[in-house]
C-alpha cells in the first residue's frame, strides 16, 4: 500500500483513498504508511468520527467508510480507492445491494468516472458467497495473489504447528444460520464445565513455554467462565469483547502486546486486522463453518517476532478437520457429509496434520491405509498397476525453492533442495513439490537424480 502511494503521488500526481470499516484498521494504516513511507508524511490525512479528524486536503487520505459514505463530494476527486480487509464488503455491495460501500463508491465515480478501485485482503472469500471476486462484483479481478506456505518459505510469515483438544465436544448436532454455527448453540455447547475445566488445564500445560496466548471463545458468558477458571489456577487472563469499555480494552491489549500479560480471551474483536506479533499461541475454544473466520483467528500467530519460532495452534473447535489446512484451504459446499476430511488427527499426540500423511511428522505413529468405496462414481486417473505413474500436465505459474531437513535425522545427514511449483488454476496453496538430493553421496542413485534434474 505504501509503495502503491508513494507511486501515484510522486510519480503522477494522483490522490489515494484508503478506506477500512474498524478504527483500529486505520490506526494502524496510517501508522504503517508513516512507517514505510516517511517522505509521505506530511501527505497523509485521516476522516473519522471514532478518531476525531476530518483531513480532506491531502492527497492520501486514510477514513472509515462509516464517516464517509455519504460525504464523497465533500471528499473531492481521488484516482485510486483501496479497500483494507475486502472481504468485509457486504454481499450486497457485490450484486446491488445499498451497502454504504456502494453506495460511496457510486457518488466517487460520479466525481471521477474513471477512479480505479483495489482491494486487499488474506481471505478472498465469504461463508455464504464463494469468492469475493467476479465479473460482476465490485472487485472482478484479482491482479496478484501469494500463498501462506510461499510466505512461510521465503521468511515473510512464522510457520505454526497444531494440537486438537484431548476431550472432545460434539459439533454434529448444530445448526447453521446464514452459513455460520448458531451462536447460542455453539456457546452452549462450549460451555461445558468439564469441557472448559480440560481444555484450560491443556492450554497451561501446552504453552508453558509460550509467551502470549490468544483464546477465541464462543460468547461473553464462556469466555468469562475460561478466563475465572485460568485465574482459578494461578494465571491470570485479559478479557475482550465488543462491550469492553474502551479505555479498558486500550489498557488490556497494550499489556498483551508489551508481554505483561500472557493469557487473553476474546470474543469476535480481535480477529479482523489486530496487530499483534508476538502472538506465539492461539487457542480456538469454538467451531466456525466459516473458512475466512477459521483463517483470520489462525492468522493472529502468523506475524514474526524476535521472541518466537512458530506459532501454537490449539484447536478445540474441530475448526483444522473441517477447513484443512490454512495452506490449503477447502472452499466448497458445506453439506453434511459432502467430501472427505481435508485434515486429520493424530490419536497418539493429537496433532492435526493434513489428510495425506501416512506417518505422524510430529510422533511416527503410522495411519491406518484409507478404506476404499467397492467402486468410484468417476473412472479414476490412478494407475492401474501399483508403482505405475500417472502424469498430470500443469502450467507453473511459480517456482519456490527451501532447504529441507529430514524430520529426526542426524545432524551429519545430508538435506535436500525443496521444490515447490505453484500450478496455474488450483486452488490457492494447493503446490506440487519434489525433493532434490543435491547433497547426497555422489554416484548415489538419489544424487543421479538430483544431477539430471539439474540438467
Given at each position: 500500500?505504501a509503495?502503491i502511494?508513494?507511486?501515484?503521488?510522486?510519480?503522477?500526481?494522483?490522490?489515494?483513498?484508503?478506506?477500512?470499516?474498524?478504527?483500529?484498521l486505520?490506526?494502524?494504516?496510517?501508522?504503517?504508511?508513516?512507517?514505510?513511507?516517511?517522505?509521505?508524511?506530511?501527505?497523509i490525512?485521516?476522516?473519522?468520527?471514532?478518531?476525531?479528524?476530518r483531513?480532506?486536503?491531502?492527497?492520501?487520505?486514510?477514513?472509515?467508510?462509516q464517516?464517509?459514505y455519504?460525504?464523497?463530494c465533500?471528499?473531492?476527486?481521488?484516482?485510486?480507492?483501496?479497500?483494507i480487509e475486502?472481504h468485509?464488503?457486504?454481499p450486497g455491495d457485490s450484486?446491488?445491494?445499498?451497502?454504504?460501500?456502494r453506495?460511496?463508491?457510486?457518488?466517487?465515480r460520479?466525481?471521477?468516472?474513471?477512479?480505479?478501485?483495489v482491494?486487499?485482503?488474506?481471505?478472498?472469500?465469504?461463508?455464504?458467497?464463494?469468492?469475493?471476486?467476479?465479473?460482476?462484483?465490485l472487485?472482478?479481478?484479482?491482479c496478484?495473489e501469494?500463498?501462506?506456505?510461499?510466505?512461510?518459505v521465503?521468511?515473510?510469515l512464522c510457520?505454526?504447528?497444531?494440537?486438537?483438544?484431548?476431550?472432545k465436544a460434539?459439533?454434529?448436532?448444530?445448526?447453521?444460520?446464514g452459513?455460520?454455527f448458531?451462536?447460542?448453540?455453539?456457546?452452549?455447547l462450549?460451555d461445558?464445565?468439564?469441557l472448559?475445566s480440560?481444555?484450560?488445564y491443556?492450554?497451561?500445560?501446552?504453552?508453558?513455554?509460550?509467551?502470549?496466548?490468544?483464546?477465541?471463545a464462543?460468547?461473553?458468558?464462556?469466555?468469562?467462565?475460561?478466563?475465572?477458571?485460568l485465574?482459578?489456577?494461578?494465571?491470570e487472563?485479559g478479557f475482550?469483547?465488543g462491550?469492553?469499555?474502551?479505555?479498558?480494552?486500550?489498557?488490556t491489549?497494550e499489556?498483551f502486546?508489551?508481554?505483561?500479560l500472557?493469557?487473553l480471551?476474546?470474543?469476535?474483536?480481535?480477529t479482523?486486522?489486530?496487530?499483534?506479533?508476538?502472538?506465539?499461541?492461539v487457542?480456538l475454544?469454538?467451531?466456525t463453518?466459516?473458512?475466512g473466520l477459521?483463517?483470520q483467528m489462525?492468522?493472529?500467530?502468523?506475524?514474526?517476532?524476535?521472541?518466537?519460532?512458530n506459532c501454537l495452534?490449539?484447536?478445540?473447535?474441530?475448526?483444522i478437520?473441517?477447513?484443512?489446512?490454512?495452506?490449503?484451504?477447502?472452499i466448497?459446499?458445506?453439506?453434511?457429509?459432502g467430501?472427505?476430511?481435508p485434515?486429520?488427527?493424530?490419536?497418539?499426540c493429537q496433532?492435526?496434520?493434513?489428510?495425506?500423511?501416512?506417518v505422524?511428522p510430529?510422533?511416527?505413529?503410522e495411519?491406518?491405509?484409507?478404506?476404499?468405496?467397492?467402486?468410484?462414481?468417476e473412472?479414476?486417473t490412478?494407475?492401474?498397476l501399483?508403482?505405475e505413474?500417472?502424469?498430470?500436465?500443469?502450467e507453473?505459474?511459480?517456482?519456490?525453492?527451501?532447504?529441507?531437513?529430514?524430520?529426526?535425522?542426524?545432524?551429519?545427514?545430508?538435506?535436500?533442495?525443496?521444490?515447490d511449483?505453484?500450478?496455474?488454476?488450483?486452488?490457492?496453496?494447493?503446490?506440487?513439490?519434489?525433493?532434490?538430493c543435491?547433497?547426497?553421496?555422489s554416484?548415489?542413485f538419489?544424487?543421479?537424480?538430483a544431477?539430471a534434474?539439474?540438467?
Amino acid at each position: 500500500m505504501a509503495t502503491i502511494c508513494r507511486d501515484a503521488v510522486q510519480q503522477w500526481d494522483g490522490r489515494i483513498l484508503i478506506l477500512a470499516h474498524v478504527k483500529e484498521l486505520l490506526e494502524q494504516a496510517a501508522d504503517k504508511l508513516h512507517t514505510m513511507a516517511p517522505d509521505l508524511w506530511n501527505r497523509i490525512g485521516v476522516y473519522s468520527a471514532g478518531l476525531k479528524s476530518r483531513d480532506t486536503d491531502q492527497p492520501i487520505i486514510v477514513a472509515g467508510i462509516q464517516s464517509v459514505y455519504r460525504r464523497a463530494c465533500n471528499l473531492g476527486r481521488f484516482d485510486l480507492i483501496l479497500i483494507i480487509e475486502a472481504h468485509m464488503l457486504p454481499p450486497g455491495d457485490s450484486g446491488g445491494g445499498e451497502g454504504m460501500y456502494r453506495q460511496f463508491l457510486e457518488e466517487a465515480r460520479v466525481v471521477n468516472p474513471h477512479v480505479r478501485i483495489v482491494g486487499l485482503t488474506a481471505t478472498p472469500y465469504r461463508m455464504t458467497t464463494g469468492t469475493i471476486c467476479g465479473p460482476e462484483n465490485l472487485l472482478n479481478h484479482v491482479c496478484y495473489e501469494v500463498g501462506v506456505r510461499e510466505l512461510i518459505v521465503q521468511g515473510y510469515l512464522c510457520p505454526l504447528k497444531s494440537k486438537a483438544g484431548k476431550r472432545k465436544a460434539d459439533f454434529q448436532n448444530l445448526h447453521l444460520r446464514g452459513g455460520e454455527f448458531v451462536p447460542g448453540e455453539v456457546e452452549a455447547l462450549m460451555d461445558d464445565d468439564g469441557l472448559v475445566s480440560s481444555a484450560c488445564y491443556e492450554i497451561i500445560e501446552y504453552t508453558q513455554d509460550r509467551r502470549s496466548v490468544l483464546i477465541f471463545a464462543a460468547g461473553v458468558k464462556h469466555a468469562q467462565h475460561v478466563q475465572s477458571v485460568l485465574t482459578g489456577l494461578g494465571h491470570e487472563c485479559g478479557f475482550v469483547c465488543g462491550d469492553t469499555l474502551p479505555f479498558d480494552r486500550a489498557e488490556t491489549l497494550e499489556r498483551f502486546k508489551s508481554g505483561e500479560l500472557k493469557y487473553l480471551v476474546n470474543v469476535n474483536v480481535l480477529t479482523t486486522g489486530f496487530d499483534a506479533p508476538n502472538i506465539d499461541a492461539v487457542v480456538l475454544l469454538r467451531p466456525t463453518n466459516s473458512p475466512g473466520l477459521y483463517y483470520q483467528m489462525v492468522g493472529r500467530g502468523f506475524r514474526l517476532h524476535p521472541s518466537k519460532d512458530n506459532c501454537l495452534v490449539l484447536d478445540f473447535g474441530g475448526n483444522i478437520l473441517r477447513h484443512g489446512p490454512v495452506d490449503a484451504l477447502q472452499i466448497k459446499d458445506r453439506t453434511p457429509g459432502g467430501g472427505d476430511a481435508p485434515a486429520k488427527e493424530c490419536p497418539k499426540c493429537q496433532a492435526v496434520v493434513h489428510a495425506a500423511y501416512s506417518v505422524c511428522p510430529e510422533c511416527g505413529f503410522e495411519f491406518p491405509p484409507p478404506q476404499r468405496q467397492r467402486h468410484e462414481r468417476e473412472a479414476a486417473t490412478a494407475g492401474v498397476l501399483s508403482g505405475e505413474v500417472t502424469e498430470t500436465e500443469y502450467e507453473v505459474q511459480g517456482v519456490y525453492y527451501s532447504a529441507h531437513t529430514k524430520r529426526g535425522a542426524p545432524e551429519d545427514h545430508p538435506r535436500t533442495l525443496r521444490v515447490d511449483y505453484r500450478p496455474r488454476g488450483v486452488a490457492l496453496g494447493d503446490y506440487r513439490s519434489e525433493w532434490v538430493c543435491v547433497e547426497h553421496p555422489s554416484g548415489s542413485f538419489a544424487r543421479q537424480k538430483a544431477e539430471a534434474w539439474w540438467r
